[in-house]
């Protein structure tokens, strides 16, 4: 990452990044399928409602990680072994305690977050059982994703796909068995999810645990560094908020389109499986900006770290134009494979038109706030996506949407929250690119410590 042309080393962190990122989209992907062609449209719904909120959850676990991932790489970069080692076992610890504490949180809340959210009640009773199933495996959810991180840090992305790949298959076997053979429906579907996430979490595990590098993980070491913690979360927690921003805004949109019915429940559900693949590769570049600008500050090449941010959002470009066109050429026999009811796919392809078709101007809001968070500038793009994301969002749906509670009104959000968000994103990273300092103080501070 640190010497060399950028493009290509770009793209072989990028694609099997993006890859993973679409194999964990095919857990729900199966999921959805399987139930709207054994089950029915009210299954579809009961997962498809559950999206947002296994959303909210799962961005956290992911903007944390994503803290680790950074502080890792300026540390690899910097050529602070010492510090790699410690970050890399902090990581995992933390990674376990906040699952954990989410899974008990979240089943003490289950039932209120689905009141409040007014689901309706001929899918209510599905609904709670997949969000129960579901968050009794965020400890290995989270685990995973921190695990991930850790191997992105030093810029392997394909084994965390490879171990995905395994998973996924894994998971397709059991939806198949559990609803087929078991006649488990959702509930099925939901504990096939957990074994197939528990299984990628302990392969990458053993992994770290073989590994004789950098990354090389004792169970006996495992601990918190209070330094390295502070770091992470300084970093990871902001970008989290960030996710959660974004989950949280689709968790009011979701409410507005139980409001609509079951069709359009079920629309949206399968809309979104296929619209969340296009969204791994525009997340995969900005990660890649992440880690690249990341390790480049590390070793104090701030020129470079400029140039792999524009470099990742260049590309980013070329592949969401090529993924648009490809989902909105066939995207009406996309949504056929999850359900063929003839309202279910209007209303699924006009989701599609409204999110696919906008989504490279998502380019730059990933990309800069990724090199953003690779400086360890993480605060500034969480708070505006604050208010450009979720603030638009909400007073949409309370205005605008309320006047005129139709679908295509209630889609039109998507588009222009991002557009607030990219303005202000933009002017963000103008600012803190004049201002920024070649060695944080953070650093200096640890060097310090480590020389003492």
């Given at each position: 990452?640190?010497?060399?042309?950028?493009?290509?080393?770009?793209?072989?962190?990028?694609?099997?990044?993006?890859?993973?990122?679409?194999?964990?989209?095919?857990?729900?992907?199966?999921?959805?399928?399987?139930?709207?062609?054994?089950?029915?449209k009210?299954?579809?719904?009961?997962?498809?409602?559950?999206?947002?909120?296994?959303?909210?959850l799962?961005?956290?676990?992911?903007?944390?990680?994503?803290?680790?991932?950074?502080?890792?790489?300026?540390?690899?970069?910097?050529?602070?072994?010492?510090?790699?080692?410690?970050?890399?076992?902090?990581?995992?610890l933390?990674?376990?305690?906040?699952?954990?504490?989410?899974?008990?949180?979240?089943?003490?809340?289950?039932?209120?977050?689905?009141?409040?959210?007014?689901?309706?009640?001929?899918v209510?009773?599905?609904?709670?059982?997949?969000?129960?199933?579901?968050?009794?495996?965020?400890p290995?959810?989270?685990?995973?994703?921190?695990?991930?991180?850790?191997?992105?840090?030093?810029?392997?992305?394909?084994?965390?796909l490879?171990?995905?790949?395994?998973?996924?298959i894994?998971?397709?076997?059991?939806?198949?068995?559990?609803?087929?053979?078991?006649?488990?429906?959702?509930?099925?579907?939901?504990?096939?999810?957990?074994?197939?996430?528990?299984?990628?979490?302990?392969?990458?595990?053993?992994?770290?645990?073989?590994?004789?590098?950098?990354?090389?993980?004792?169970?006996?070491?495992?601990?918190?560094?209070?330094?390295?913690?502070?770091?992470?979360?300084?970093i990871?927690?902001?970008?989290?908020?960030?996710?959660?921003?974004?989950?949280?805004?689709?968790?009011?949109?979701?409410?507005?389109?139980?409001?609509?019915?079951a069709e359009?429940?079920?629309a949206?559900?399968?809309?979104?499986?296929?619209?969340?693949?296009?969204?791994?590769?525009?997340?995969?570049?900005?990660?890649?900006?992440?880690?690249?600008?990341?390790?480049?500050?590390?070793?104090?090449k701030?020129?470079?770290?400029?140039?792999?941010?524009?470099?990742?959002?260049?590309?980013?470009?070329?592949?969401?134009?090529?993924?648009?066109?490809?989902?909105?050429?066939?995207?009406?026999?996309?949504?056929?494979f999850?359900?063929?009811?003839p309202?279910?796919?209007?209303?699924?392809?006009?989701?599609?038109?409204?999110?696919?078709?906008?989504?490279?101007?998502?380019?730059?809001?990933?990309?800069?706030?990724?090199?953003?968070?690779?400086?360890?500038?993480?605060?500034p793009?969480?708070?505006?996506?604050?208010?450009?994301?979720?603030?638009?969002?909400?007073?949409w749906?309370?205005?605008?949407?309320?006047?005129?509670?139709?679908?295509?009104?209630?889609?039109?959000?998507y588009?222009?929250s991002?557009?607030?968000?990219?303005?202000?994103?933009?002017?963000?990273?103008?600012?803190?690119?004049?201002?920024?300092?070649?060695?944080?103080?953070?650093?200096?501070?640890?060097?310090?410590?480590?020389?003492?």
């Amino acid at each position: 990452m640190l010497h060399g042309s950028l493009w290509d080393k770009i793209l072989l962190f990028a694609i099997p990044l993006a890859l993973t990122g679409i194999l964990q989209q095919l857990f729900n992907a199966a999921d959805v399928a399987v139930l709207g062609q054994l089950v029915g449209k009210n299954a579809i719904a009961a997962v498809g409602n559950n999206i947002s909120i296994i959303g909210l959850l799962v961005n956290l676990f992911m903007g944390l990680s994503l803290g680790a991932n950074v502080v890792i790489a300026q540390n690899i970069g910097g050529k602070r072994l010492d510090r790699v080692k410690t970050a890399v076992h902090t990581a995992l610890l933390l990674a376990i305690i906040t699952g954990a504490a989410i899974t008990v949180v979240g089943e003490l809340l289950t039932g209120s977050v689905l009141d409040v959210m007014g689901v309706p009640d001929e899918v209510r009773g599905m609904a709670e059982t997949y969000l129960r199933i579901y968050l009794a495996g965020m400890p290995v959810i989270g685990l995973y994703n921190f695990e991930s991180a850790i191997f992105r840090s030093r810029g392997d992305t394909k084994t965390p796909l490879m171990s995905l790949l395994v998973a996924s298959i894994l998971n397709l076997v059991m939806n198949l068995f559990f609803v087929i053979a078991l006649d488990w429906g959702v509930a099925g579907v939901a504990f096939a999810t957990v074994l197939a996430n528990a299984l990628s979490a302990g392969i990458l595990f053993r992994a770290l645990c073989r590994s004789t590098g950098l990354l090389h993980v004792e169970v006996r070491a495992l601990s918190m560094d209070r330094a390295c913690l502070s770091e992470i979360v300084r970093i990871g927690l902001p970008a989290g908020i960030q996710g959660m921003v974004f989950s949280l805004s689709n968790l009011i949109i979701q409410s507005a389109i139980n409001s609509l019915g079951a069709e359009a429940m079920a629309a949206s559900a399968a809309a979104f499986t296929i619209e969340i693949n296009v969204y791994c590769f525009v997340n995969a570049f900005g990660q890649a900006a992440t880690t690249f600008v990341g390790q480049n500050y590390g070793a104090g090449k701030l020129f470079r770290c400029r140039r792999a941010t524009w470099v990742s959002i260049g590309l980013n470009a070329i592949f969401t134009v090529l993924l648009t066109v490809l989902v909105l050429g066939f995207g009406e026999g996309m949504l056929k494979f999850f359900n063929a009811d003839p309202e279910v796919v209007s209303l699924g392809y006009t989701r599609l038109c409204f999110i696919v078709g906008p989504e490279t101007i998502c380019v730059l809001l990933d990309g800069l706030s990724g090199a953003l968070r690779g400086y360890g500038i993480s605060m500034p793009p969480a708070v505006l996506s604050l208010v450009g994301v979720c603030g638009v969002r909400i007073t949409w749906v309370y205005t605008l949407f309320r006047q005129n509670p139709t679908y295509d009104v209630l889609m039109a959000t998507y588009p222009v929250s991002w557009a607030v968000t990219i303005l202000f994103i933009c002017i963000a990273y103008r600012f803190y690119m004049k201002h920024l300092k070649p060695v944080p103080k953070w650093r200096q501070q640890l060097h310090e410590g480590d020389e003492a």
